[in-house]
């Protein structure tokens, strides 16, 4: 049901329940704090059931992220989209330890152009946390341009808007 999408040195993929000790050290860390967290371990598992369901109840969703050469799980991308949300939404996450290599922005290319040439998708954002720069560098790396806030409630976000065009 969901399908895997590859890039130059990525997989992306359906989550495996056997990696939760590696997902929730994320969601445990600081390092968390941009997209939710810090949370639990068993809130760590919610999330990753929340993310599988978004499959199927909407047919798209996140993907595990694991770097092809090590086979690796360094993070989590996709389409998002629940109930609430502004818009349509282009998601990425890498741990701290595969940051800084340029992965994040390859898994967010491939996840948008997998919206537009895939899905048929004409409209994309990205919704930041302020004070979230490395996302804002990647946002920008990918063409987006700022256009506005959005709140979802308690949080606001900045609003990047992708070029479907590219």
């Known amino acids: 049901m969901i399908p895997e999408l590859r890039s130059d ?9 056997a990696e939760i ?3 929730a ?3 445990e860390s600081e390092a968390s704090r941009f ?7 068993n809130d760590a598992w919610r999330r990753m059931a929340m993310y599988a369901g978004h499959w199927l109840l909407r047919g798209y969703g996140i993907w595990a992220v694991e770097e092809a050469a090590s086979g690796a799980f360094i993070g989590q991308a996709g389409l998002w989209f629940p109930e609430g949300w502004p818009e349509p939404e282009v998601h990425w996450t890498v741990f701290p330890a595969f940051q800084g290599r340029g ?3 390859e898994a967010a ?6 919206a537009r040439d895939d899905l048929g998708w004409t409209r994309l954002v990205s919704c930041i946390e302020p004070g ?3 996302s804002v560098a990647v946002a920008l790396r990918l063409g987006a341009v700022r256009d506005g806030v959005a709140e979802v409630p308690p949080r606001i976000f ?6 479907m065009g590219k």
Do not use: E, K, M, Q
Not at 35 to 41: F, L, M
Not at 158 to 163: A, E, F, I, K
């Open 109 to 114: 290319r491939r996840v948008r152009d997998h």
């Open 103 to 105: 992965f994040a922005t």
């Open 132 to 134: 979230n720069a490395a």
């Open 9 to 17: 040195r990525l997989l992306l993929r359906a989550f495996d329940a």
């Open 21 to 23: 000790g590696t997902y």
């Open 25 to 27: 050290a994320f969601w």
């Open 35 to 41: 997209v939710g967290g810090p949370c639990s371990r």
């Open 158 to 163: 900045d609003v990047y808007r992708h070029d």
